[in-house]
Structures are given as structure tokens and as C-alpha cells.
């Protein structure tokens, strides 16, 4: 069964510390690695794709990068306004129905 | 761009009742996706349409049904609501071959 799996559940950081958000995925034919930020009663905003095991995209304070079984949101020296919600999907049929993670809450105090 | 607009934003129904939450996709994104969110968990896949045909089904049961229409805006409805059912419902769209959805704001759903 298709499956993504994120860690941590929260995270609470300093403004300037950096760290590492993760999402385990299982399945049987990765199409695409999407991460999205959402904010509170917002809907999810796209940030990166990813397709393949080595991959790297960059944003502002943002890197996420790709392995064959999972990927890492890198976030450096973040910002109060980095706090949200970030999601991981796949798509494993190349046809748009994304199986999401839980998602991390990240909280970063000033 | 017009990005995705979804409405109500927030409605109230008691249980048993149907409710019918709108999307307006996209301009040019002929591929609409429906997910339901419950609180502090991830999107589920609830159903998608292309070119005005459902394309593909998540696991909810046929009392969530849609439509998609020429103009690629959109409609979910679910009938016989139960308190379960509240959640955010977010519509999505992609044009096509590009493989990235768009996510509107969504419509909370409250049953009571």
C-alpha cells in the first residue's frame, strides 16, 4: 500500500535555527515528490517538485532534497513568518491523486 | 491567472442533510481534484474530473458525488452528511500535462 509518513509532528525553533523536516514515502512507482505550505484555513501552496533520488530545489530558506525512500525540507536561519503547516505528497500514478502525509507543524518564535 | 476560488467559505449543516460546495478552477487547468482535510490531518483524494468525467476515486462512499463543467468549474455534493463528514474541502486543479496542483482555500464544513 501507498504510504508517506512525516516527522515531527511539531517542531518548535529560535528564529535562526536551522533544522530538517522528513517524509518517508512507500511506494510502488514514484511520479513526483510534492512539499506544500499551508497556513491556518488556508489551502496548501505549492513549494517544490521532485522526481528523482538526488534531486535538490532551493527557495529562499528552503531546500528540499530527494532520496529513494524519502526526502528532507531543510530550513535555514527561518523566520517567525516561515511558521505553518508543511505537507508532503506523492503521486505514484502519475495522475494528479496525490497521497499526502499528516504534515509538520512548524513554530518558529522570534 | 485567477487562481482557485472555492465557495462558501464556511457553512453549517446537521446531520442527514446535503450540502454542495462550488470551485472555480483555474483558467486553462482543465483537471479538477477534490480532497477532504479533517483537522491536523493530511488532504485525502476524494475524486477528480477530466473533461467533465470522473477520473479516478479515492475511498469515500457514492454518497460524495461531483460534476465538472465546460467552463472546468466544479461541484462536490455530498447527500446524507454525517457528523464525519466535517472537514476542509479543498478543490484543485492542473492544466494539463503539467503535473502540479493548485489548491484553493477550501470550505469548512461543520456537521452538527
Known amino acids: 500500500e501507498d504510504q508517506v509518513t512525516q516527522s515531527p509532528e511539531a517542531l518548535r525553533l529560535q528564529e535562526g535555527e536551522s533544522s530538517s523536516l522528513n517524509c518517508s514515502y512507500t511506494v510502488s512507482g514514484l511520479r513526483g515528490l510534492f512539499w506544500y505550505r499551508q497556513d491556518p484555513g488556508k489551502g496548501p501552496e505549492f513549494l517544490f517538485t521532485l522526481y528523482s533520488a538526488g534531486e535538490e530545489k532551493e527557495k529562499e530558506r528552503l531546500k528540499a532534497t530527494l532520496t529513494k525512500k524519502e526526502s528532507f525540507l531543510h530550513i535555514t536561519a527561518p523566520k517567525p513568518e516561515d511558521s505553518a503547516t508543511y505537507l508532503c505528497?506523492?503521486?505514484?500514478?502519475?495522475?494528479?491523486?496525490?497521497?499526502f502525509g499528516t504534515g509538520t507543524r512548524l513554530k518558529v518564535l522570534a | 491567472e485567477t487562481g482557485v476560488t472555492q465557495s462558501p467559505t464556511h457553512l453549517i449543516k446537521t446531520r442527514g442533510q446535503q450540502v454542495t460546495l462550488r470551485c472555480s478552477s483555474q483558467?486553462?487547468?482543465?483537471?479538477v481534484s477534490w480532497y477532504q482535510q479533517a483537522l491536523g490531518q493530511g488532504p485525502q483524494f476524494i475524486f477528480q474530473y477530466y473533461r467533465e468525467e470522473e477520473n479516478g476515486r479515492g475511498n469515500f462512499p457514492p454518497r460524495f458525488s461531483g460534476l465538472q463543467f465546460p467552463n472546468y468549474s466544479s461541484e462536490l455534493n455530498v447527500n446524507a452528511l454525517e457528523l464525519d463528514d466535517s472537514a476542509l474541502y479543498l478543490c484543485?486543479?492542473?492544466?494539463?500535462?503539467?503535473?502540479?496542483?493548485?489548491f484553493g482555500a477550501g470550505s469548512r464544513l461543520t456537521v452538527l
Open positions: 505528497a506523492v503521486d505514484a500514478s502519475g495522475t494528479y491523486k496525490y497521497i
Open positions: 483558467s486553462g487547468h482543465n483537471t
Open positions: 484543485a486543479s492542473s492544466p494539463l500535462g503539467a503535473n502540479v496542483l493548485t
